[in-house]
């Protein structure tokens, strides 16, 4: 780890991180797509994996739920190693993923499809609160999932996890081919979860977007974190930055 994100780790807070991964392998078959990732979310943070198309983002969310053929190292979930659960008990535990490809059931409503995941624990948001968060959803809410729009699908696979209870939440590419004005309101729903409690692990390939809603950025290249930026030190990096990711 260089030495730039060892003094930014040392300065993001007190006390045991909530998800620690360390030297996190992972494989698609015969397919070896992560190579040694390392980093850290505090609880309360929204922390943002960057890089280009192919850099890992997706296969560490993945890795990080137990959908890969096969992954070593350590991840550890408020100081619970969970490398060798299997999905539906990693979900369990706390921890819950929303795909870029969303998952809405086509056959059921939107309500319907907010109600389908279980409860896992409490502190989730309640139907009343999800459609106060996302009134596009209530005015929708007896349409089949998939008629409604790209950003409305979008805010509907969010809302979903938010009613489970899972206090950490992996987004994945939630501002992907949105038009500018959701994706200002998919930014404006993180800022307000994230000031409900909830901690967020966000990949993009927007920065932009990114920095809107995100307290520090990792960045990976091949299957690796190599460098972590602060958002408070942005203007200072961005040279650096774009050097990463071509902004």
Same mark, same amino acid.
């Given at each position: 780890?260089?030495?730039?994100?060892?003094?930014?780790?040392?300065?993001?807070?007190?006390?045991?991180?909530?998800?620690?991964?360390?030297?996190?392998?992972?494989?698609? *078959?015969?397919?070896?797509?992560?190579?040694?990732?390392?980093?850290?979310?505090?609880?309360?943070?929204?922390?943002?994996?960057?890089?280009?198309?192919?850099?890992?983002?997706?296969?560490?969310?993945?890795?990080?739920?137990?959908?890969? *053929?096969?992954?070593?190292?350590?991840?550890?979930?408020?100081?619970?190693?969970?490398?060798?659960?299997?999905?539906?008990?990693?979900?369990?535990?706390?921890?819950?993923?929303?795909?870029?490809?969303?998952?809405?059931?086509?056959?059921?409503?939107?309500?319907?499809?907010?109600?389908?995941?279980?409860?896992?624990?409490? *502190?989730?948001?309640?139907?009343?609160?999800?459609?106060?968060?996302?009134?596009?959803?209530?005015?929708?809410?007896?349409?089949? *999932?998939?008629?409604?729009?790209?950003?409305?699908?979008?805010?509907?696979?969010?809302?979903?996890?938010?009613?489970?209870?899972?206090?950490?939440?992996?987004?994945?590419?939630?501002?992907?081919?949105?038009?500018?004005?959701?994706?200002?309101?998919?930014?404006?729903?993180?800022?307000?979860?994230?000031?409900?409690?909830?901690?967020?692990?966000?990949?993009?390939?927007?920065?932009?977007?990114?920095?809107?809603?995100?307290?520090?950025?990792?960045?990976?290249?091949?299957?690796?974190?190599?460098?972590?930026?602060?958002?408070?030190?942005?203007?200072?990096?961005?040279?650096?930055?774009?050097?990463?990711?071509?902004?």
């Amino acid at each position: 780890m260089s030495e730039t994100m060892t003094a930014a780790r040392a300065t993001t807070g007190q006390g045991a991180p909530m998800l620690e991964v360390r030297g996190l392998e992972a494989w698609y *078959g015969e397919s070896h797509v992560l190579h040694g990732v390392d980093f850290e979310i505090r609880q309360g943070e929204v922390v943002t994996l960057l890089g280009r198309n192919g850099a890992g983002k997706t296969s560490t969310l993945r890795a990080i739920m137990g959908l890969v *053929g096969r992954r070593s190292g350590t991840i550890r979930f408020e100081g619970r190693e969970i490398v060798a659960l299997r999905p539906d008990l990693i979900a369990r535990a706390g921890i819950a993923y929303c795909p870029e490809e969303r998952g809405i059931f086509a056959s059921l409503d939107v309500t319907e499809n907010l109600m389908l995941p279980p409860v896992i624990a409490p *502190g989730g948001l309640s139907l009343d609160e999800i459609y106060t968060l996302f009134p596009n959803l209530k005015e929708r809410a007896r349409s089949q *999932g998939t008629k409604l729009s790209g950003g409305e699908q979008q805010m509907l696979a969010i809302a979903r996890i938010l009613r489970t209870g899972a206090r950490l939440l992996l987004l994945d590419e939630p501002s992907e081919g949105l038009a500018p004005v959701i994706v200002q309101q998919i930014g404006a729903m993180i800022r307000e979860i994230k000031q409900r409690g909830f901690t967020v692990l966000l990949v993009e390939q927007n920065f932009r977007f990114a920095q809107t809603v995100a307290d520090r950025h990792y960045v990976m290249e091949h299957g690796r974190v190599v460098d972590m930026v602060a958002n408070a030190d942005l203007a200072a990096s961005m040279d650096r930055l774009h050097d990463y990711l071509g902004v």
